[in-house]
């Protein structure tokens, strides 16, 4: 099993809706959980951290966390064309910059007009 | 501020051939790491310098190595290259708590 999971998609919204991505991770011990965002052909950038249970909101964009459970998702509201990309989940098992985070293989968005 | 600098963007090897690359983090960024990219494999962690010490070793094997310097730049070098290895490799800047900050990328192709 991969240390952290994701659903390749591509997952397709049409604009204005609420895209759903969502982030499943095998260690009980992970304590930070960051979203990325990837533009084909451009590198990650950071979208969110979250580190406790429940919703954590920036925006457009919440991150809900369910440590029972072991799954983080991005729930991204009024959709654009411009969030069309690649988001990446990534965990860590610590808080500190020694831990290094492991990612997954990313969800493909697609939002269309 | 500057970002991330990798260097170079493009490069095309052959098989056997040996590359370095080059990454100069965010000035104050003292922790940077390596991963490469591919569309089967995702991001996958090479390791990690921290004041120039090698502080985190991800699951490659010894052809790829790397260093970092008293000033926080930072080289990989990949000797005796494999098909398999043709990636993006990326360079990530960090102060330390948490939020990375991903270079541009230098795209190997292998051939």
């Not at chain 2, 100069?24 to 089967?40: A, E, K, L, N």
């Amino acid at each position: 099993q991969k240390e952290v999971e994701q659903n390749s998609g591509p997952l397709s919204v049409p604009e204005g809706a609420i895209a759903s991505l969502n982030c499943t991770y095998s260690d009980r011990g992970s304590q930070s959980f960051f979203w990325y965002r990837q533009y084909s052909g451009k590198s990650p950038e950071l979208i969110m951290f979250i580190y406790s249970n429940g919703d954590k909101e920036d925006g457009r964009f919440t991150a809900q966390l369910n440590k029972a459970s072991q799954y983080v998702s991005l729930l991204i509201r009024d959709s654009q064309p411009s969030d069309s990309a690649t988001y990446l989940c990534a965990v860590k098992k610590g808080s500190g910059g020694s831990y290094i985070p492991t990612f997954g293989r990313g969800t493909s968005l697609i939002v269309h007009p | 501020k500057a970002g991330v600098t990798q260097t170079p963007r493009y490069l095309i090897k052959t098989r056997g051939q040996q590359v370095t690359l080059s990454c100069s983090p965010i000035s104050g960024h003292r922790s940077v790491s390596w991963y490469q990219q591919t569309p089967g494999q995702g991001l996958q962690f090479l390791f990690e310098y921290f004041s120039e010490t090698q502080r985190n070793k991800g699951n490659f094997p010894g052809r790829f190595s790397g260093r970092q310097f008293s000033n926080s730049r930072s080289e990989m070098n990949v000797s005796t290259l494999e098909l398999g290895d043709s990636a993006l490799y990326l360079c990530v800047s960090s102060f330390g708590t948490g939020e990375l900050f991903f270079g541009e990328g230098s795209r190997l192709t292998v051939l």
